[in-house]
Structure formats: structure tokens, C-alpha cells
């Protein structure tokens, strides 16, 4: 890859793709060998989210765990010297701004930052740039791009769309 000018930004792995109830030392092992692949591959990024959380639950049940995983996973990234991107996705704990805002502050490290995944947001209902943004921009270290469109044909509902079924 080195010869031919490539290079590796970042390990996109699914640790905290998972739901919050499973066993963690599973997903620890996985993220060990996260780590070894950013050494591998020089690159100091490890994407990470945020656990699913139990259909039909109450999703404020499951914070105080949500914060324990992360913070176990940055404090081992501090030692690493990796830097984990917690990005926003559907159907997890951080699917809107307010709570992620909430991890990111709660655990305060610059070892731990924001990847943006706007398309995420419009499946989870959020408007990115005015209902999320303005609560993570401080944690923010990039931005990833994909198509998603609000489908506003249906009373202003939310739904993946088109250019041909939505203009």
C-alpha cells in the first residue's frame, strides 16, 4: 500500500455494535485487536458506537453502562495512544445529539472524539445540522458523507428516498 501512496486513515471496527446486554469481554477482545491493527496499519483512529439497546426498553436505563463500556475503551486507548471516533447510527444509545454530547462530556478525553454521520441521524429522525450538531460540534473530528433524503412527499415523514421518487 506504502508503494503505491495509500494509506490507512482509520480502523473501522464494530465494537459497541452490539447490544448493551451482552458480555463486554467479548467486545474487549475485539477491541485489543482493533488496537494492533492501528499499529499495523499506522493509522491512531478506531471507530467505535455506542450498543444497541434492547427494543421497547427505556433507553435512560442503560446510560450509567453505556459510559462505564466507552470510558473502559478511551482509558484503554489513552494508554495506546489511540484515538477513538464514537459515531451516531440508528437504534443505539447515541442516536441523537443530546446523548452523545453526554457520553463525550461525561468522559472528557481528547482520546475520545465525534465522527458525524449525518445520514444516520436522518434515519434516526434527527435533523443533523440543526438538532444535532450544535450539541457535539465541540467533539467533533470528521464529518462522513452518504445519501440519505428526508421524504417530505409523505406530511413531512422521515424515510430514505430518492431524487426520482421525492422530487
Do not use: C
Not at 467479548?26 to 471507530?47: C, N, Q, S
Not at 446523548?99 to 475520545?112: A, G, V, Y
Amino acid at each position: 500500500m506504502e508503494q503505491r501512496g495509500f494509506h490507512i486513515h482509520s480502523i473501522s471496527s464494530p465494537i459497541g455494535k452490539s447490544y448493551i446486554t451482552e458480555d463486554f469481554t467479548v467486545h474487549l477482545k475485539g477491541f485489543m485487536r482493533a488496537i494492533e491493527l492501528t499499529k499495523f496499519f499506522d493509522t491512531p483512529f478506531i471507530r467505535i458506537f455506542s450498543f444497541y439497546i434492547p427494543k421497547g426498553e427505556n433507553i435512560g436505563k442503560y446510560r450509567d453502562e453505556v459510559i462505564k463500556r466507552i470510558e473502559q475503551l478511551t482509558r484503554t486507548a489513552e494508554r495506546e495512544g489511540i484515538i477513538l471516533m464514537l459515531e451516531n447510527e440508528k437504534d443505539l444509545y447515541g442516536n441523537n445529539g443530546e446523548r452523545l454530547r453526554d457520553i463525550l462530556q461525561t468522559i472528557n478525553s481528547p482520546h475520545l472524539r465525534f465522527a458525524l454521520d449525518p445520514a444516520n441521524f436522518v434515519q434516526s429522525m434527527v435533523l443533523p445540522m440543526t438538532d444535532a450538531f450544535p450539541e457535539v460540534e465541540p467533539y467533533l473530528a470528521w464529518v462522513q458523507i452518504k445519501d440519505a433524503l428526508i421524504n417530505s412527499r409523505s406530511g413531512g415523514g422521515w424515510g430514505w428516498g430518492s431524487k426520482e421518487t421525492d422530487s
